[in-house]
């Protein structure tokens, strides 16, 4: 990326996701990868008078972490680690992989041991988010592996993510605004409606949603963005999806899913590919049997499956279903350790209906917003 995308990157984190202000702390966590970019943001945060802090990781220790350590080291958290969430006003966490598989032969259940041991810390998180005492984003600088995992070039793929964060728009900030007043549009006709239903092969689901609220995402949490979605009612999910593209989770990846759900949690499960690992997630406790979220896509400029969930649950003419975790501030109380976003591709067939209304079809909403 040349110097005046690496400025616009850095300006739509910092003033629209982020909304940094003076004297605020933003902890910026990634890989020593992504060191045109920290930079930028780094100098963009001191120059709005925030305290910005790095913290620059090195390639491989997830991976040696996972290989060599012992249980009593799988379930250590850093005491820290809750000192910073909470003086932290800002975090950002930018993907910067040298290996996106490095994960990929890594045991299961030591994974789940690590996942399981910071719930502590990810409901402390989600405490101060919820109140309103700590704001976040994730985002991604374009590096060789994550090219690869998209079978692109890593030319292709800088254009690529400039396209799906719009950064070639004259004001990305102004254009990411417009992208939120027009999915205001979407959430506010979805919130009258009681009851979603998708059905394509092999699916047939019948999702509550009457009293949640439906979160507009337009650039803050995640950047790019472009999805609206909400937490479904616990036990308001039933019927069978079969998920039409590869699912990717931790590094590892499922083909093939099926799932039944019945009052809201899975009783069958079945995968083409990854189904010792699907199985393994799902015990990592009560929570992650039930789905925490119920997405739409929006954003059109993702059009293709990146092998990054950042990306791919955004495909525009997709929808999702996350299990485990569920969103307080629309309404839901799963609580998991897991979320696991799975992506059911709209576009060629499939119908939603709401409230019995034919409302989606082939990956476009019918009804005028």
């Known amino acids: 990326m040349n110097v005046g995308t690496l400025e616009k990157f850095a300006s739509v984190i910092l003033d629209h996701s982020l909304k940094i202000k003076r004297d605020e702390i933003l902890i910026i966590d990634s890989s020593y990868l992504a060191e045109p970019f920290l930079l930028e943001v780094y100098k963009g945060a001191l120059l709005r008078g925030a305290h910005p802090v790095l913290k620059v990781s090195l390639p491989g220790a997830s991976y040696y972490h996972y290989r060599y350590a012992e249980v009593h080291q799988l379930e250590f958290v850093p005491p820290w680690s809750k000192e910073e969430i909470a003086n932290a006003s800002c975090l950002l966490d930018v993907i910067a992989t040298k290996n996106a598989r490095s994960l990929a032969n890594v045991d299961p259940e030591k994974m789940r041991i690590s996942n399981v041991a910071t719930k502590e810390i990810q409901e402390f998180f989600d405490e101060r988010y919820n109140e309103g005492k700590l704001r976040w984003c994730i985002t991604l600088y374009p590096t060789d592996s994550e090219a690869q995992e998209a079978n692109m070039s890593i030319f292709e793929f800088e254009e690529f993510v400039m396209s799906a964060c719009h950064l070639d728009e004259d004001d990305p900030v102004e254009y990411w605004r417009q992208v939120e007043k027009k999915q205001e549009k979407i959430a506010k006709f979805l919130e009258s409606k009681r009851e979603i239903s998708i ?171």
Not at 310 to 316: A, T
Not at 320 to 330: T, V, Y
């Open 199 to 369: 059905k394509g092969e092999g699916t047939d689901l019948k999702v509550k949603v009457n009293g949640r609220k439906w979160i507009n995402a337009s650039g803050t949490c995640n950047f790019p963005d472009g999805e609206v979605f909400t937490s479904p009612i616990e036990d308001g999910v039933q019927g069978t999806i079969t998920f039409n593209m590869p699912q990717y989770y931790m590094g590892k990846e499922a083909e093939g899913v099926s799932l039944e759900f019945k009052d809201g949690k899975i009783c069958k499960v079945r995968a083409d590919k990854g189904q010792d690992f699907l199985e393994r997630i799902l015990e990592s406790d009560e929570g992650a049997k039930r789905p925490g979220e119920f997405a739409f896509g929006t954003n059109y400029g993702i059009k293709n499956l990146t092998r990054n969930i950042l990306f791919d649950e955004k495909i525009g003419g997709t929808i999702h279903i996350a299990l485990g975790r569920g969103f307080p501030e629309a309404g839901g109380v799963n609580k998991s350790v897991v979320h696991w976003d799975m992506i059911y591709d709209m576009r060629q067939n499939g119908e939603i209906y709401a409230d019995g209304e034919l409302i989606y079809k082939k990956g476009e909403f019918l009804v005028e917003l």
